[in-house]
């Protein structure tokens, strides 16, 4: 079964610092892969997308992700974090492509950042 | 993307009653996706709703305490039936990009309290 994790459930890290936010990924075909930022009291948003080609895909505000299909991951990097950045992140696969197949989430992120 | 319209954007309910969540969106779409996120948790797929015939539902969700309506391309609503307090979440819909050139896109959310 398709599935999703993020291992690291609480992050913290300091204003200016660089961040990287793991996800894993189960799924048999290629994936479609995506990361989102939920901010509080707020929607979700799309930071960035992969579906295939280059497998650094860079995303809005600052953000990309690696996809590494032998460690089936899709790892989230920002050079230098600012503190609007904190919010929950969250990971997800679709299971059959963007154009109609459901997505699967992880468990979330939540990012704080220190001053 | 699309644009999604949904409301109510929060509601305070009695145990016992149901609460219709509506999602308007600006184009037309094959699927739609109604999707939950309990507090302080991920988001959880209840199902997805297809057009002119019954929805799809994802394990753990029945249609008589989750019922959907897709009555056009346009417009869906989930109603979240003889509620418990158990039921407080945030609702959200989501509909895929388009042409595979943008993530999927998601309403505001419906944040529900049942007391």
């Known amino acids: 079964a398709q599935s999703v994790t993020q291992p690291d459930i609480h992050i913290t890290v300091s204003e200016g610092a660089s961040l990287e936010l793991r996800c894993n990924y189960s799924?048999?075909?290629?994936?479609?892969l995506f990361w989102y930022v939920q901010s509080p009291g707020q929607g979700l948003q799309l930071l960035l997308k992969y579906f295939s080609g280059d497998t650094l895909v860079q995303g809005i505000k600052g953000f990309e992700a690696e996809f590494k299909r032998s460690q089936s991951s899709f790892n989230l990097r920002k050079p230098s974090v600012h503190w609007s950045d904190a919010a929950e992140y969250f990971c997800a696969v679709a299971t059959t492509g963007n154009q109609g197949g459901k997505l699967i989430f992880g468990q979330g992120t939540e990012l704080s950042v220190k001053p | 993307s699309a644009v999604i319209s949904q409301k109510p954007s929060r509601d305070i309910c009695q145990r016992g009653t149901s609460l219709t969540i509506q999602c308007q969106v600006d184009?037309?779409?094959?699927?739609m996706f109604w999707y939950r996120q309990q507090p302080g948790q991920s988001l959880t797929l209840i199902a997805t709703?297809?057009?002119?015939?019954?929805?799809?539902?994802e394990s753990g969700f029945v249609i008589d305490k989750f019922p959907i309506s897709r009555p056009n391309l346009t417009f869906s609503t989930l109603t979240v039936s003889n509620m418990s307090p158990e039921d407080s979440s945030i609702y959200l819909c989501?509909?895929?990009?388009?042409?595979?050139?943008?993530?999927?896109?998601f309403g505001s959310g419906t944040r529900l309290t049942v007391v």
């Open positions: 184009s037309q779409v094959t699927m």
């Open positions: 989501s509909v895929p990009g388009h042409g595979g050139l943008s993530g999927y896109t």
């Open positions: 709703a297809n057009q002119g015939s019954e929805a799809t539902y």
């Open positions: 799924y048999g075909a290629t994936p479609y």
